[in-house]
């Protein structure tokens, strides 16, 4: 189901209308109904936005019997009645409805004042495709699709097409339908049937669904094909191959200028860059500029951004130069200027939003303080209607704007209130896109997000925020013995599944990371981010050493090199890009008989060569370094290349290497002649 869309600050339906009871005096005719401005009967609850097909009314006053009314007219619902009050559910359609009741007490009949209801779901069939694979064929199945909830129109068309996906060359995906035709156009039926290709990669279908009323609803899947076998792709768990291979890059745009154009115009100087996914700040609209996390509509696109056509063009054109455009998303909580929250504040208990929010045993909203330096009321996800917007809202940047992937701010807040939402969550959205890239910020340490619907989590402690890495860097001399422990997890290591975010600076570490700790100590640092395991982020001209805060100094700045880091990153990226065992989740720690050297081999992957990586992080250093199996067999390949500088060394295979270092220095070696 969609969500009907509003304009931009509208009060989303939020009816603060006074209820005025009514009453009756004299006789009436039969079907008459009398007023009278003594006390009677009214409606306690009030009009709102509903993210359900129906919605509870409740009520005050004497009523032996009653009736539901809809724009004026009754309808058949069933209205309990108690001493003091009544109650009746009502069907709730898109748009706005008028809801009142009649009450009948005494011999006499009393109308309430309406309240407004305004449906915010789209009536819509639910597409869904099961994959299976029957030795050479691969067969899709939509049969499961599901008609629209509330009457259960027949579905009647199902159609099928092939999907490029972001970074994807038509001709490496091409598919073929079972009977030897190329599948390159719409197949109609119910099942769909491709065999299996040769080629390895992840192959995309879409189907789209229609039922007997007119309404669509379409779903993609992939399936892979590896060592020339095609599988079924387990979308819960598993992620698509780019985010192994991804480095992300966060623009800031107001720092271009402001808004989806800017973005638009330096998207090539992104893609010059070698990065691939690119993270943007929030784009709902927010309270004020600079309060990007103080949500008021999930819906609508803040002002700031330009239009919404120039938002959209923005993303074509990024995928058009095979970039993956991902947004920063905040469902824990909204700012205090929402609506609806505002509503519950005005309206009491009785407040069709007063349930929208997170309460503690006194019936406050709950907020996490001490962690926002700020209040941000929480959203109650034991709320279904909650569950249903944010879940809503996701999917209405994809569904409008074609997104590739969500930053979700405070993830770890929602699985403190609410830990089984997020895989309910991650179902509908790899149903509707499977190819998303999912980032909670959350820790990467704990295998609840990688179980529940997450693809990479940060590079935090077990404390919400805090970075392992924000210290080290007091301690050059002693980095070994401070640094191996934060990347191995204590020695525990990360969950099976887990991808880290790796970063130097982001929108929460205040001062660039240059400017605390110098141009020296930077290169080094961005050496160990992008290659240790794990998913490296730029964030908005870390690779020029640009110098601003994120939530204050956001005026156009020149975008000029001023430490001449630029050249420095290229070199990095390029190493990523160069050497598959960098992209790997595998790192084998090596000892060091110097306390500011660290050194860790990254194993060979299939197609590539290990790759040797020492960092010293203070002054000049002449280490030991001892040997174990990992670095034995890539010594045993010959001659190292340091393809930091050129230089070449050669080492006695199994015996400790001896590795002069100068002062803040990168040494990354390879077998002499490795270009992968």
């Known amino acids: 189901m969609g969500v009907a869309r509003q304009r931009r600050r509208s009060v989303i339906g939020v009816v603060t209308t006074a209820l005025v009871a009514v009453g009756c005096t004299g006789s009436t005719g039969d079907g008459d109904v009398s007023v009278t401005a003594e006390p009677g009967v009214r409606l306690v609850s009030t009009g709102g936005d509903v993210f359900a097909w129906d919605q509870r009314i409740e009520g005050s006053g004497a009523c032996d019997g009653g009736v539901a009314l809809v724009n004026g007219a009754e309808v058949d619902v069933e209205v309990e009645t108690t001493a003091d009050g009544f109650a009746f559910v009502v069907p709730v359609v898109t748009g706005e409805q008028e809801i009142a009741a009649r009450c009948t007490s005494g011999g006499q009949a009393v109308e309430t004042d309406p309240i407004v209801l305004t449906g915010r779901l789209e009536p819509r069939p639910t597409a869904r495709i099961e994959v299976n694979v029957r030795g050479d064929t691969v067969v899709l199945d939509g049969s499961r699709s599901e008609p629209f909830e509330v009457d259960e129109a027949a579905i009647e068309r199902y159609v099928w097409s092939p999907h490029v996906a972001v970074g994807q060359r038509p001709g490496d995906v091409r598919l073929t339908l079972a009977d030897g035709a190329a599948f390159d156009g719409e197949v109609r039926g119910e099942r769909l049937e491709l065999r299996a290709p040769g080629r390895d990669g992840e192959f995309h279908v879409r189907l789209e669904v229609t039922d007997a009323e007119g309404r669509t609803d379409a779903s993609l899947t992939y399936f892979v094909v590896e060592g020339g076998r095609a599988r079924v792709v387990d979308m819960m768990t598993e992620h698509p191959a780019w985010i192994?291979?991804?480095?992300?890059?966060?623009?800031?745009?107001?720092?271009?200028?402001?808004?989806?154009?800017?973005?638009?115009?330096?998207?090539?100087?992104?893609?010059?860059?070698?990065?691939?996914?690119?993270?943007?700040?929030?784009?709902?609209?927010?309270?004020?500029?600079?309060?990007?996390?103080?949500?008021?509509?999930?819906?609508?696109?803040?002002?700031?951004?330009?239009?919404?056509?120039?938002?959209?063009?923005?993303?074509?054109?990024?995928?058009?130069?095979?970039?993956?455009?991902?947004?920063?998303?905040?469902?824990?909580?909204?700012?205090?200027?929402?609506?609806?929250?505002?509503?519950?504040?005005?309206?009491?208990?009785?407040?069709?939003?007063?349930?929208?929010?997170?309460?503690?045993?006194?019936?406050?909203?709950?907020?996490?303080?001490?962690?926002?330096?700020?209040?941000?009321?929480?959203?109650?996800?034991?709320?279904?209607?909650?569950?249903?917007?944010?879940?809503?809202?996701?999917?209405?940047?994809?569904?409008?704007?074609?997104?590739?992937?969500?930053?979700?701010?405070?993830?770890?807040?929602?699985?403190?209130?609410?830990?089984?939402?997020?895989?309910?969550?991650?179902?509908?959205?790899?149903?509707?896109?499977?190819?998303?890239?999912?980032?909670?910020?959350?820790?990467?340490?704990?295998?609840?997000?990688?179980?529940?619907?997450?693809?990479?989590?940060?590079?935090?402690?077990?404390?919400?925020?805090?970075?392992?890495?924000?210290?080290?860097?007091?301690?050059?001399?002693?980095?070994?013995?401070?640094?191996?422990?934060?990347?191995?997890?204590?020695?525990?290591?990360?969950?099976?599944?887990?991808?880290?975010?790796?970063?130097?600076?982001?929108?929460?570490?205040?001062?660039?990371?240059?400017?605390?700790?110098?141009?020296?100590?930077?290169?080094?640092?961005?050496?160990?981010?992008?290659?240790?395991?794990?998913?490296?982020?730029?964030?908005?001209?870390?690779?020029?050493?640009?110098?601003?805060?994120?939530?204050?100094?956001?005026?156009?700045?020149?975008?000029?090199?001023?430490?001449?880091?630029?050249?420095?990153?290229?070199?990095?990226?390029?190493?990523?890009?160069?050497?598959?065992?960098?992209?790997?989740?595998?790192?084998?720690?090596?000892?060091?008989?110097?306390?500011?050297?660290?050194?860790?081999?990254?194993?060979?992957?299939?197609?590539?060569?290990?790759?040797?990586?020492?960092?010293?992080?203070?002054?000049?250093?002449?280490?030991?370094?001892?040997?174990?199996?990992a670095l034995k067999q890539l010594l045993a390949a010959g001659s190292l290349e340091d393809v930091m500088s050129g230089q070449r060394f050669t080492f006695e295979p199994g015996a400790p290497i001896r590795l002069p270092m100068k002062a803040t220095s990168v040494r990354v070696l390879v077998p002499q002649g490795a270009t992968s």
């Open 244 to 629: 192994d291979r991804s480095i992300m890059y966060a623009p800031v745009h107001r720092l271009w200028g402001g808004g989806a154009a800017a973005v638009e115009e330096r998207l090539p100087y992104l893609k010059e860059l070698g990065v691939d996914a690119l993270w943007l700040w929030p784009p709902v609209t927010t309270r004020a500029e600079g309060e990007e996390y103080h949500i008021v509509d999930y819906f609508s696109l803040d002002e700031e951004w330009g239009t919404a056509e120039e938002f959209r063009s923005m993303v074509d054109r990024a995928h058009a130069l095979g970039l993956h455009v991902m947004l920063d998303f905040v469902p824990n909580h909204t700012s205090v200027e929402h609506p609806y929250h505002r509503a519950q504040e005005a309206e009491g208990e009785g407040s069709h939003y007063w349930d929208f929010y997170d309460r503690d045993e006194n019936g406050e909203v709950t907020s996490y303080d001490e962690i926002f330096h700020s209040y941000l009321p929480n959203l109650n996800f034991e709320n279904p209607q909650v569950r249903r917007m944010i879940t809503e809202a996701f999917a209405y940047w994809i569904r409008e704007f074609d997104v590739d992937g969500f930053r979700v701010d405070a993830a770890w807040g929602i699985e403190r209130r609410a830990p089984d939402y997020w895989p309910e969550w991650r179902e509908e959205l790899k149903r509707i896109k499977p190819d998303l890239l999912l980032l909670a910020e959350a820790t990467a340490r704990e295998s609840y997000y990688f179980r529940s619907g997450f693809d990479v989590g940060y590079d935090w402690t077990d404390h919400p925020g805090q970075w392992p890495w924000a210290n080290l860097w007091e301690f050059p001399q002693e980095m070994q013995a401070i640094l191996m422990p934060t990347l191995t997890n204590t020695g525990a290591g990360y969950p099976r599944d887990a991808i880290v975010l790796r970063f130097l600076n982001n929108n929460d570490t205040g001062e660039r990371f240059v400017d605390r700790r110098g141009v020296k100590m930077t290169r080094v640092a961005s050496a160990l981010q992008f290659t240790v395991p794990g998913l490296p982020l730029l964030f908005a001209g870390d690779e020029i050493g640009i110098s601003y805060e994120p939530y204050s100094d956001l005026d156009p700045i020149p975008w000029e090199d001023r430490h001449g880091l630029r050249e420095w990153y290229d070199q990095l990226i390029g190493l990523r890009r160069r050497f598959p065992a960098l992209s790997s989740r595998e790192m084998r720690p090596l000892t060091a008989d110097w306390g500011s050297v660290v050194a860790y081999v990254r194993p060979a992957v299939p197609g590539g060569s290990p790759v040797l990586v020492v960092l010293n992080f203070s002054d000049a250093a002449e280490p030991t370094i001892q040997p174990d199996r």
